[in-house]
């Protein structure tokens, strides 16, 4: 799932989903039913059936994101890669985007790779996570073990620390401002 989905002609929901199920035809091969029950299961589990004949340059930002992602599961993937999936984004629709790719790899027990600058995403929404810094793994471990305060200095040039918060009952990342080096 690339960082924008800049779709500019006006094909349907359906049609876009439908497109992840490509590579799995032979050439002039319409798809079959089966093909077209996985795109429909698709739409399902993103919360799209609804807008299936709605033309894709009609919706906001989160609701091609979440067709976007629906086209990439229509690929029956075991290993979904979002890079910053939240860009553009509304905040509620970051929240929604989100909380989908969540739920679809609990339920789904689908590997989410997620390439992400937000630190407060990151530390609420994924498991694991590697820091890459000049082209290396820097650090590799849950958000506990990798944002460390001296991580975040070193390779985001920011002073931060990863605090528990009493109201959200999680840690959450608190950025006190850049680095003056």
Do not use: W
């Amino acid at each position: 799932v690339p960082q924008s989905n800049e779709i500019r002609f006006a094909f349907s929901v359906r049609d876009i989903v439908s497109m992840g199920r490509m590579p799995f035809l032979d050439r002039f091969q319409g798809e079959s039913s089966e093909d077209m029950r996985i795109v429909e299961e698709a739409m399902e589990k993103t919360n799209i059936a609804d807008f299936a004949d709605r033309l894709i340059n009609t919706m906001s930002g989160g609701e091609r994101q979440r067709v976007i992602i629906a086209r990439a599961l229509a690929q029956r993937p075991e290993v979904i890669l979002l890079d910053e999936p939240t860009l553009h984004l509304d905040i509620n629709h970051q929240f929604e985007v989100l909380d989908l790719v969540k739920r679809l790899s609990k339920e789904e027990g689908l590997t989410v790779i997620i390439v992400s600058h937000d630190l407060p995403m990151v530390v609420k929404y994924c498991d694991r996570m590697v820091l890459i810094h000049d082209h290396r793994v820097h650090a590799l471990g849950t958000p506990e073990e990798v944002l460390t305060t001296e991580n975040m200095r070193t390779v985001f040039n920011i002073d931060a620390v990863l605090e528990y918060d009493d109201l959200l009952k999680a840690n959450c990342v608190k950025i006190i401002g850049s680095c003056r080096r």
